[in-house]
């Protein structure tokens, strides 16, 4: 009998997690590398970001899905449209580097933080191959890297984790 590899989460705050999980943010921040390689999923916490719905990037991603048409001209604050407290999306986790200056900005832009932009020492989590989860799995998250409990993880392993 093979056993299930079970799949790390990563909790990050809306409107962040929609843009990773829109396939747009495929970088995501944090104070300290990362080991882990592989599959991951994104759970959008229960809290908001509310600083970020003025941030340039979310604002064009915004304006692009309205554009598309996948999300309504109310946008990212329609609580129609906002997901939080659930996973909403997998994706591999490539890499973990130490932020570092590329030409005239730094490298992973124009996602990826440069230090002492919101950590010391910031740290880009790459991410690829990202699946939108059609129906988001409710869930309790937790900060760094957190295992969801086994009746999540076959739901996560139904999605091709």
Known sequence: MMQQVTIPAITVRYPWSWAIAEGVKQVENRGRAWHHRGRIAVHAAGALDVAAFRDARILAAEQHAQADGRIHAEGLRDPGVRVIGAIVAVADLVDCHRAR?????????????????????????????VIRLDQPIDCLGAQGMWW??????????????
């Not at 030409?103 to 690829?128: F, I, K, M, N, Q």
């Not at 969801?148 to 984790?161: K, T, Y």
Request: charged share 15%.
């Open 101 to 129: 200056h590329a030409g005239e900005g730094v490298c992973c832009a124009p996602w990826g933080d440069a230090d002492g932009s919101r950590y010391a020492t910031a740290w880009h989590l790459c991410l690829s191959n």
């Open 148 to 161: 969801p409990r086994p009746s999540i993880q076959d739901q996560l392993q139904a999605v091709g984790g």
